[in-house]
């Protein structure tokens, strides 16, 4: 089976700097994804790692140590519109293809930020 | 908008109704997934689709669900005599193949009285 974890929530103020982990068991991994979702909105992409090591996009970056099993999102210089729900993804292999399977979602975690 | 699009937005049924949703995806793109979600929960996976090929479906998924992609263009998700419990936000999602970023649609949100 599957499974994934992360922080529920998470609070920090504007410009500071805050990471979510996430540690995860799959039968089969292909890669970690990132996502961000605000109140009402649907999940919009932020990062994938299918290679260990770290990613930068802007203020935000990924990172994937295969070997342990973890990743974390990295979110530098915090803005108040920040403040969202984010979710790692694990993407498995799918059987009867042996290639890039499904993801399957974490519970989230909730960040605030406060002025 | 990301391009993928989802209707209704909004459904209200009554208990024991069948309902049936449309999602159409980006053009190109050969994978939609379909997912749903609770509050407070991260979006929960419930079958996904490559080109018309239904690939893989949720073990926890009742009976009742069933999807279907023609053609490989638009899809359907469709929940035969709803429960309250089916009550959810559905979401769509597709994506072009090896790459790992999904766009999602707005959802449709179903609840069930």
């Known amino acids: 089976g599957q499974s994934l974890e992360q922080p529920s929530e998470v609070t920090a103020v504007e410009g500071a700097i805050v990471q979510i982990n996430c540690t995860y068991q799959t039968s089969g991994f292909y890669g970690l994804s990132w996502y961000q979702q605000h109140d009402g909105g649907a999940p919009t992409f932020l990062s994938y790692?299918?290679?260990?090591g770290l990613e930068e996009t802007g203020r935000f970056s990924s990172f994937l140590s295969r070997s342990d099993s973890y990743g974390y999102l990295l979110l530098q210089e915090l803005q108040m519109k920040d403040s969202a729900s984010y979710f790692c993804a694990v993407r498995d292999r799918q059987v009867t293809t042996d290639s890039w399977g499904k993801f399957q979602f974490g519970a989230g975690t909730q960040v605030v930020v406060t002025p | 908008d990301t391009g993928v699009s989802q209707n209704p937005r909004h459904k209200i049924t009554k208990r024991g109704q069948n309902v049936t949703f449309r999602c159409d995806p980006i053009s190109e793109h050969n994978r939609l997934y379909w997912y749903r979600q609770t509050l407070g929960q991260g979006p929960e996976f419930l079958t996904y689709f490559q080109n018309e090929a239904q690939l893989e479906k949720s073990r926890l998924l009742s009976d009742r669900f069933s999807a279907e992609r023609p053609k490989g263009s638009f899809s359907t998700l469709e929940i035969q005599r709803t429960e309250q419990g089916d009550s959810a936000m559905y979401l769509c999602?597709?994506?072009?193949?090896?790459?790992?970023?999904?766009?999602f649609g707005p959802g449709t949100r179903l609840t069930v009285l």
């Open positions: 790692n299918a290679l260990d």
């Open positions: 999602a597709s994506s072009l193949g090896a790459l790992g970023e999904q766009f």
